[in-house]
């Protein structure tokens, strides 16, 4: 797929970026508000335009189980297709100015890339769905330089982009922001089923994939709503599809509630075990997060914040069992 959108009835195009699919006459900008419908095609506004250029851990994305202890080039222009109240990003989300945006090409970002010894670049910050295009051509050439790809994305892509991803992108991390349809309807403006479908279409492409829950006080950190959130990824997923259980921050419109307490956390991971994950693991917290082998036990990669400080797996296998783990190891 080379357009990412359709001509439709009445002069209009359809936008096949995200499960939005909007419908734009001439002049009309999508819901992500920077996407446009000019002289019947689709433009994409941020295309070669970043706010944001970072060299991050990879542990940040947050991708444990995928090149550890590796550096990945991150970048985000502006936009979004949610309108999640909490985000932790909402300066570059929750805009749509493209004045005073970076231009960058692909070249350029490959080459920082290369030269500051990057393994991978990560469309990230803001939803990268909505700049698909750009992020596209940037991951085909830095394909050619052996970097890998990765998405970062509250999991809206539609199946046509999805088939498209195959061969470009290489891991994701996807938001499970919560199990409650009118919840993701009315408070995110978006649908769950919709994000549900990627994940699975993900999983059953190939692709590398671990889920973020950012849990938030009364809104989807009940028994019932983490126990769905986790039986889903063992069940739908696999046991081995890492689960990250993040803590809450007041910011953006969100401001009244407290932060989400470490006790919370661990009553998610312990609901993760009971429901068969074998990796699970606490965001936005100074605990120490240690992959351990599922068949054994053994302590394979313990992590401190964003730094890895221990890594004991050889050849993606337990040293004492010679059992596989599950991940992205080279």
């Known amino acids: 797929m080379n357009s990412f959108y359709k001509t439709i009835e009445n002069n209009k195009i359809e936008c096949l970026l995200c499960r939005h699919y909007c419908k734009l006459k001439e002049g009309q900008v999508g819901v992500c508000g920077v996407n446009k419908n000019e ?26 189980h995928f090149l550890p202890a590796t550096t990945s080039l991150s970048i985000g222009t502006v936009g979004c297709n949610f309108e999640c109240p909490f985000c932790q990003n909402w300066k570059i989300s929750q805009i749509n100015y493209i004045k005073g945006l970076y231009n960058v090409t692909p070249q350029q970002l490959v080459e920082i890339a290369l030269e500051r010894g990057c393994k991978s670049i990560s469309y990230t910050y803001n939803e990268p769905t909505i700049f698909y295009p750009f992020a596209k051509d940037v991951a085909l050439l830095a394909k050619e330089y052996g970097l890998k790809n990765v998405f970062v994305s509250n999991g809206f892509e539609t199946p046509e982009v999805i088939d498209d991803m195959v061969g470009v992108i290489d891991a994701f991390n996807i ?57 889903f990824i063992a069940k739908e997923l696999d046991v081995n599809t890492p689960w990250h259980i993040s803590a809450f921050h007041p910011d953006y419109k969100v401001t009244d509630k407290e932060a989400t307490p470490l006790e919370t956390l661990k009553r998610a991971y312990m609901i993760g075990k009971e429901a068969g994950l074998n990796f699970i693991y606490m965001g936005n917290t100074l605990n120490t997060n240690t992959t351990l082998c599922p068949n054994c036990g053994k302590s394979l990669i313990k992590r401190v914040g964003f730094d890895v400080i221990e890594d004991r797996l050889k050849d993606g296998k337990c040293p004492k069992c010679n059992s596989k783990i599950a991940g992205v190891w080279r």
């Open 39 to 64: 002289n019947n095609r689709l433009v994409n506004l941020v295309y070669g335009k970043v706010s944001t250029i970072n060299i991050d851990p990879i542990e940040k994305k947050p991708l444990y």
């Open 175 to 231: 938001d499970i922001k919560g199990f409650k349809s009118e919840y993701y309807k009315k408070y995110l403006k978006g649908e769950l089923d919709g994000v549900l479908d990627t994940l699975k279409r993900l999983k059953k492409k190939g692709f590398w994939v671990e889920c973020t829950t950012l849990i938030v006080p009364e809104e989807n950190d009940s028994d019932q709503e983490l126990r769905d959130i986790a039986e």
